[in-house]
């Protein structure tokens, strides 16, 4: 089957990097890579709410929880006052009776809600994040968190995914099984 640059398997996505990094907002990519969205929009239009990612308390153990890592690679882990602390990923979950809070990764990588699609798909891309917090605070600068930073919400890699159109959805695209 002949390949296409922009399918799932990655090809895509180092696609949309190479424009997301050249800056381009009019490539011959953009269509294509993300016809829903512009990279140019805030990343609020199309985050997931917070409360909606099921965040956890860090305080419970894993043992309670261990089943959500089945479903999920990464969650988000909340202190007593609702704040994000971190996220726990499903390779760092190592011990069931220990608080989630010890095996979380601190600080969460986290970008305001106004910042573009196309900054936070370059972060994801770029750092290999599985999840990006998005928060309400306007001189949060880079990936750094802050304790008056508020959770609004969340942009995962498997939504940048599922915004990368496959093969067959793509128009005017026929697939052969041999070259011409």
């Not at 296409?4 to 990519?29: C, P, Q, W, Y």
């Not at 304790?147 to 940048?160: D, K, P």
Request: glycine share 8%.
């Amino acid at each position: 089957m002949e390949g296409n640059i922009l399918d799932k398997s990655g090809g895509g996505l180092v696609a949309l990097r190479i424009e997301v990094l050249l800056g381009f907002t009019k490539s011959m990519f953009s269509p294509r890579l993300l016809p829903q969205v512009s990279p140019d929009e805030p990343i609020e239009s199309i985050m997931i709410p917070f409360e909606a990612a099921g965040p956890l308390q860090g305080t419970l153990t894993l043992r309670k929880v261990v089943m959500r890592f089945f479903r999920n690679p990464v969650v988000p882990i909340i202190d007593d006052w609702g704040s994000c602390m971190g996220l726990l990923h499903r390779e760092d979950c190592y011990e069931l009776d220990a608080p989630l809070s010890t095996m979380m990764r601190s600080p969460p990588p986290c970008v305001t809600a106004t910042t573009s699609i196309g900054h936070v798909v370059d972060l994801i891309l770029e750092k290999r994040y599985k999840l990006v917090i998005v928060v309400k605070y306007r001189y949060l600068n880079g990936s750094s968190f802050s304790s008056s930073s508020r959770a609004l919400g969340v942009f995962t890699a498997e939504q940048l995914c599922r915004l990368v159109p496959s093969v067959s959805e793509l128009p005017g695209q026929e697939l052969s099984v041999c070259r011409t």
